[in-house]
Structure formats: structure tokens, C-alpha cells
């Protein structure tokens, strides 16, 4: 297991690498001179030529990247050209909110959505498959921002009962926290929920059909015993896998997320890094979520084992 | 005679598909006396495997059910009783042995989680007493090593391994019957005779019932007193085993012995090996009359028309054909 693990680790420098690459050409192959983006608007084109040299832009490419990737491999993000911070210090004030929401989102949508899935497979045919099927399509074709929209309206402006907008840190009370955490979490989980269940639904009709279901039956095993242990552990790896593409998808529903319900996340630093063309926190950024994919990915295939013990690494 | 410890009378389970209605049972009848051991033969497709279902209550539903008929255990009728209550039946007074020992054991669960399981569930014991159980019942079905058995998986064992686990968990909670769906056909022919060996042993060892399910006759010849032989859904002939292979009436039945490699070399009369002509008719709304008339060579008008009565035509020996006066014309 562990051989695997380093073998999985060193099979993703390459791939770290090529993100990396394309995440430096990012600076060079838009229509903005990092110079003079760097430099401001008021510069005249001396003072810009003037930082091109020391900023080392006017060495050959390759140079660039070397030193660029020697300094991000010691740990060296950059600072950012807004505010002159270190791109690592920006992420980190930002990492909470969006790690609080992907978290909860994750925790949401599975517990909701594989007991909805085991139901939705156990009574196939019926009505209560046919509802759950049914949400679960509305779900998924609910774009993030009119869920959030709707929700904020409904719960925060009519009922007033949860937060407009906002966050408020673990660190301020967990009951706050928790509260300002609820809408942003449902509305981006619903989609995520809806394809654990269809997917739970769909993995576990096919293993209620197994022989060796039957076989519990025969043993005069109760239902939940059945579902739970026998089917469910047989049908946990396709489940699994579908939860990490939705995590791989998540990264692009939080930007959107913390963007409706004003959340001073990763997602809002990306967007305001992109939109002013802060180049260092766009780079940084890339690679961090690069990295956490890469070793979710890994954190996966590893869980895998954990589940069917034909599977040894 | 005293009462039979498994009674099914005039059972039929029926499946309920887009295309009409399958007759996978028919009317079928048989009794099973304690320690005694009952062969079902047919062909693929005849029902046999639908009638063992029907008896756990396992027949696939909502398409699937059973729509006439009794079973009973010792003569409580299965049929009357709730779900809950049919699954203290179950791996209890009735355990089961499958055809695919391949795919019969659940793949992500050790051996002995499985065989605990089914201890717990119908004895209240400790995990302990459990796991001690399940040793000493590994041990009974000669698997080596049963503690390091126990921690292993259904993938780390062979096809006749497996099987013998099979038959270690349906004979844990000592049933009063247990139904072996063709438990020898997919392993090959050395491992098939050991587990037959063994299976004969225990029954004869624990007086469990034994209904014995095979398309093979030899089978059935070397480990039943009884033999049931159906086709189409149907009971077309039953019979002490001896009396049968020496007496057989029913042109299907003969039809069966006549394909049969060993048992014609016995006969020694130099005829070849004969297959029957023709399929096993569709259960889908089946036409009248005698469902082997359309492959009998001694069909006649009365036989597309009537179904033919079961009647006893020796001791013990019962036909549904409507030519078995006629014996000397039906044997050639
Ligand atoms: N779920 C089902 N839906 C519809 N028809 C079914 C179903 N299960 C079985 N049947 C039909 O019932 C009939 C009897 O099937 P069964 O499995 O009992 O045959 P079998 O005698 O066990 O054959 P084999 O030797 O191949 O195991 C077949 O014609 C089959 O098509
Ligand atoms: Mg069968």
C-alpha cells in the first residue's frame, strides 16, 4: 500500500508538472503585458521597461519558468500584484470559507443522497422510486445560482429565517458559523446530491440481482442486514468514485457559490485574481487545486481496497 | 407411510411478464418423508429451479408468484405465514444450496462473517460460541484449516471449496430440509463426485431431507431413493430411483435414460445414444393437452388435446402420459 501510494505520488510530478507549465504560459500568451499590468495604469513605458528587467521578463522563457517553478517548489507562491501580499498568505485567509463549504457539501449530499439511492433501488418500480427519480432529475438540472437565489428568497427574505449573504468564521461561534453555512451548502449540493443517488440507485439494482443476495435471502436475513452490509459494501466502489468526480466538480460550483452569497473564499480570490489579471494568484491557486485533485483522486483509488478485498495494492 | 416432513400440493408459480403468462410450475405435487432424498430431473427451463424458490418464498416478485397450491413443513403451511415470520424458515428449517458456487458468496465478505451470520441470526449465540461453530462446520465439510479459512474471502478459494462452504452454511443451523439447486453442475466431473459424496454422508449423518434438483439422471442414481422427473412445468412421472431406471413409463423419461452415456452402456442392447428431438415448448401460454406431444413419438389426437391424469401404474409409480398401457409399443 504504501509502495503504491509513492508510486501514485511520483506518477503525478509529471502531470503537476504539464499543469504547471500551462499555468505559466497563462501570463504570456493573453493580449496583457504582465509588465505594464504589474507596473499600473499611470506608468510611463520606462517605468514599465524598467520592472520588465527586474521582474527577469525580458529573459528567455524557459529561464523564466525554471526559476519560477524552483521558487513554487520552495514554497514560494509569488505575491500577489494587487496587494503586494504572499499568495500563499492570501489562500490561506481565504481557505476557511471554501473548505467549510466543500466540506459540508460533501457530508450533505452523501448522507442524503445514498439513502435516497438504496430506497429508490430497494422499492424499484414504485412510486417511491419514481419520486425520489423525479427529484432527483429537478436537481440536477437546477443551475447553482437560481437554486441559491431561490433559497435566499424564500428562507432569509420571506421567512427570514437564515442569513441573506455572508460568512461568519468557526472562530466567531459555531452557531453563526453553521448558520451562515446552510444555504450556500444546499444549493450547491443538490446537484452533487442528485448524482450520488442516481448513481447509488443505479450500482445497487444491479447488485440486489447477484447471486449472492439470493444467497442472503435463503439465509433468512433481515432486509437491512441485506442492504446495508451485503449490497451496499458490494456497490460502494462505483458510489465512491462517482463522489470524487462530483468533488472534481465542486471546485467549479464553489467560484459560483461564494459568488451569490458574497463569501470571501478561494472562489471569490480566483475570480477577482482573473478579472484583474493578478497573474501570481491565478497561478497559485491553479496549481493548489491542481494538487488537492490530484491527491483526492489518489485518496479514492486508495479507499477502494478498504471496500473489497480483491483489491490489494 | 408416515407423514411427510415437506409437502407440496398442487403447487403453481407463475410469472407475470409483458408477453403473457409463464407457467413455470404446474400443478405439481410431491411429498419429501424426514431423512429422505427426493431428485427433481428435467431439462433446462423445466421449472425446477422456480419450484425450489417457491419453497424459501424467494420467487422473484412483483412478476413472479404463487398463485395455487400449499406447501407444507411438517405440515405448517409456508405460504400462510408473513415475511418475518418465513425468514425464521429460512437458513433454519430450510436452507438452500445453489447452482453457482462462483457467484453465491458474497464477494466483499469473509467466510466467516458469512457463516457467522447465518448462525447468529437463527441460533442466539455468542460471536465465540458462533466462530466455534463455524470451525466445526468447516471441519465437517473436510475443509483444511478452517481458523485461516475463516479470515479469507470467496476469491482466495476454488469452485469445490466454495461449494463445500455453501454447504457448511446451509447445514449450520441443522435444517430440517435442504433443497440443492444442481449443486454440482458447474464444477467438473472429480469434484462433482466429492461433493455428492459428501453431501450423501451428511444427510445420512444429521437425517436431513434432502430435495436433490439435477438434470442428470446418474445423479440422481447414485444419491436419491425418490425421483421426480418434470417437464414444461409439469409432473410427468414419480418414482422409487430403482424402479424408475428399470421401469420407466413416460416416453420422456425413457427419452432421459436413452441419452443418458453411462446408464445405456449398462443397458448393453448396443443402441446408440439417443437425444430427445426437438425443444422444451415455451411456457407462455402452453396449448393443451400433453406438453411433450409436440417431441413424442407416440403422440396421438387425445394428446394435443387432453392433458393426460397422473395414475399409479405400479406401487409408488405415478405417469401422466396417456399411453403407459401400452408398454412393449412404447419401448423401442
Ligand atoms: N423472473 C422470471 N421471469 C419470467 N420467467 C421466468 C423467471 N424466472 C424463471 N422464469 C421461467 O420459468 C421457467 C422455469 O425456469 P427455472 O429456472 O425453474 O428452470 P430450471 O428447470 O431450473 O432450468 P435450469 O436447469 O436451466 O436451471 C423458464 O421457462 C423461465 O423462462
Ligand atoms: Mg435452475
Known sequence: MLAYTLKRLAAAVPVMLIVAIITFMLMHIGSVDPASRIAGELATPEEVEKIRIAMGLDRPLLHQFVSWFGQVLSGDFGTSILNRMPVLDLVGQRIEPTLSIALFTIVFAVALAVPMGVLAAWNAGTWVDHLIMALAVIAFSMPVFLVGYLLIYQFSIELRLLPVQGYKPLAGGVGPY??????????????????????????????????????????????????????????????????????????????????????????????????RRDFPVIQGVILLFSAAYVLINLAIDLSYALFDPRIRY | ????????????????????????????????????????????????????????????????????????????????????????????????????????????????????????????????????????MLRLVQIPEPDQRMR???????????????????????????????????????????ILALMSDLQKRLGTAVVLITHDLGVVAETCQRVIVMYAGRKVEEADVGDLFDRPRHPYTKGLMASMPHLHRGLGNGQRLKEIPGMVPSLLDPPPGCRFAGRCAHATALCTTEEPPLTETGPRHWVACWHTGAPAEVAQ
Open chain 1, 178 to 275: 453553521l448558520r451562515h453555512l446552510v444555504l450556500p451548502v444546499v444549493s450547491l449540493g443538490l446537484v452533487f446530491l442528485a448524482l450520488i443517488a442516481r448513481m447509488t440507485r443505479a450500482t445497487m439494482l444491479e447488485v440486489l440481482n447477484q447471486d449472492y443476495i439470493r444467497t442472503a435471502r435463503a439465509k433468512g436475513l433481515g432486509n437491512t442486514r441485506i442492504l446495508v452490509l451485503h449490497a451496499l459494501k458490494n456497490a460502494a466502489n462505483p458510489i465512491v468514485t462517482t463522489i470524487g468526480f462530483g468533488i472534481a466538480a465542486l471546485i467549479g460550483g464553489v467560484v459560483v457559490t461564494e459568488t451569490v452569497f458574497a463569501i470571501p473564499g478561494i472562489g471569490r480570490l480566483t475570480i477577482d485574481a482573473v478579472i
Open chain 2, 1 to 136: 407411510m408416515e407423514t411427510p416432513i415437506l409437502q407440496i400440493d398442487d403447487l403453481s408459480t407463475h410469472f407475470f411478464t409483458r408477453d403473457g403468462v409463464v407457467r413455470a410450475v404446474d400443478n405439481l405435487t410431491c411429498h419429501v418423508g424426514a431423512g429422505e432424498a427426493l431428485g427433481i430431473v428435467g431439462e433446462s427451463g423445466c421449472g425446477k429451479s422456480v419450484t425450489s424458490l417457491s419453497v424459501m418464498r424467494l420467487v422473484q416478485s412483483p412478476s413472479g408468484r404463487i398463485v395455487n397450491g400449499a406447501i407444507r413443513l411438517q405440515g405448517r403451511d409456508l405460504l400462510a405465514l408473513s415475511e418475518k415470520e418465513m425468514r425464521e424458515i429460512r437458513g433454519n428449517e430450510i436452507s438452500m444450496i445453489f447452482q453457482e458456487p462462483m457467484t453465491s458468496l458474497n464477494p466483499v465478505l469473509s467466510i466467516g462473517c458469512q457463516l457467522i451470520e447465518t448462525i447468529r441470526r437463527h441460533r442466539g449465540v455468542s460471536g465465540k460460541e458462533a466462530w466455534q461453530r463455524a470451525v466445526d
Open chain 2, 152 to 194: 479469507e474471502y470467496p476469491h482466495q478459494l476454488s469452485g469445490g471449496m466454495r461449494q463445500r462452504i455453501m454447504i457448511a452454511m446451509a447445514f449450520a443451523c441443522d435444517p430440517k430440509v435442504l433443497i440443492a439447486d444442481e449443486p454440482t453442475t458447474a464444477l467438473d466431473v472429480t469434484i462433482q463426485a466429492q
